[in-house]
């Protein structure tokens, strides 16, 4: 499963079981990010609750991408035995700044910044 | 005859509540013996989004042109993570100001989108103007009040949420509230009219940062 544009990519890898974010993603509003959602939401429903979004390699992400990750935390939080976690890089300094937020939506994610 | 209408309660709306010029926030007003770079963007036939991936090349032209106001004399770890903090910072607040602006121009006049840039010591200003007309401004106003009363963190929250539920529901001003909240930055706008029964005013917004 992959979502791929002209400068970004978002792929589902089967070996580690990571979504895997690469780029610059900034797209114009949640109507675009749409198609992110929904790999995420597959995802998330194959997996039984649990998944991991690798966003190592994601140089940047527009404020629309951060209500996106948002909706897709909140909708996850609902749900029963969900187990989240998100992989960040102190070396893109947004990840450092703007994801703990997304710890406050949902106080169970695991935030792993290396 | 609806547009007519629609022009009409423009007028009304510009008429009754704007001022010649409101300030909201710590805006501060540009120096033109600092530093500075302008860029700006002619009103344009094509489409909005094939003009999209325009604001992210021109966020990080800025980022990257910034930096070189910041010398790495010494070529030590620390100097280089301050130029790649200062190049992500300053590129992702010019993409969400122009993000805005574009969204919320008033795509049929003639009023260009500019984003204007300037080194005070270890602030970096930007300035980014576009057109509006006067019902979006009335609502971007409330917003404003809104934020500017809020404490951040959880008006960062609560929009979050909002956002999350109905997108379409109220105008989330997230760019806004990341800035501020993520950022450290200091925000504010000037509202201005254009000429006298016009229903089109100009907005100003202004991000500081320490860097």
Request: proline share 2%; aromatic share 10%.
């Amino acid at each position: 499963m992959e979502v791929k544009g002209e400068n970004y990519n978002v792929w589902y890898d089967n070996d580690s079981n990571y979504v895997n974010f690469s780029g610059t993603l900034r797209l114009t509003g949640m109507k675009d990010y749409t198609p992110i959602l929904d790999l995420l939401n597959n995802i998330a429903e194959k997996q039984s609750g649990k998944i991991t979004l690798n966003l190592q390699q994601l140089e940047f992400l527009n404020s629309s991408g951060i209500s996106m990750l948002s909706k897709f935390i909140i909708g996850m939080r609902k749900k029963k035995s969900s187990e989240m976690t998100i992989l960040a890089s102190y070396n893109i300094p947004w990840q450092g700044k703007s994801l703990k937020n997304l710890q406050r939506l949902m106080p169970s994610l695991k935030l792993e910044i290396e | 005859m609806i547009k007519i209408f629609g022009n009409f309660l423009e007028r009304l709306i510009h008429n009754n509540h704007a001022e010649k010029t409101d300030i909201y926030g710590s805006f501060k007003d540009s120096l033109t013996e600092k530093e500075h770079l302008t860029l700006e963007f002619s009103p344009s036939k094509i489409s909005l989004n094939n003009r999209w991936g325009n604001n992210s090349l021109s966020a990080n032209f800025i980022g990257d042109y910034l930096v070189t106001f910041f010398p790495h004399e010494n070529d030590n770890h620390h100097i280089l993570n301050r130029q790649k903090l200062i190049r992500s910072s300053v590129s992702y607040i010019a993409n969400e100001l122009l993000e805005n602006a574009m969204k919320y121009c008033d795509e049929t006049s003639n009023f260009p989108i500019t984003l204007h840039a300037q080194v005070d010591g270890d602030n970096i200003r930007l300035f980014v103007d576009n057109s509006v007309l006067a019902s979006a401004a009335e609502k971007f106003k409330n917003f404003i009040k809104e934020f500017m009363v809020a404490n951040p963190e959880e008006f960062y929250i609560s929009q979050l949420e909002k956002t999350a539920v109905d997108n379409n529901s109220k105008y989330s001003g997230l760019g806004f509230v990341t800035i501020v909240n993520d950022y450290s930055a200091k925000i504010g706008w000037r509202f201005q009219m254009l000429e006298r029964e016009s229903p089109l005013l100009t907005v100003t917004t202004m991000v500081e940062i320490s860097v």
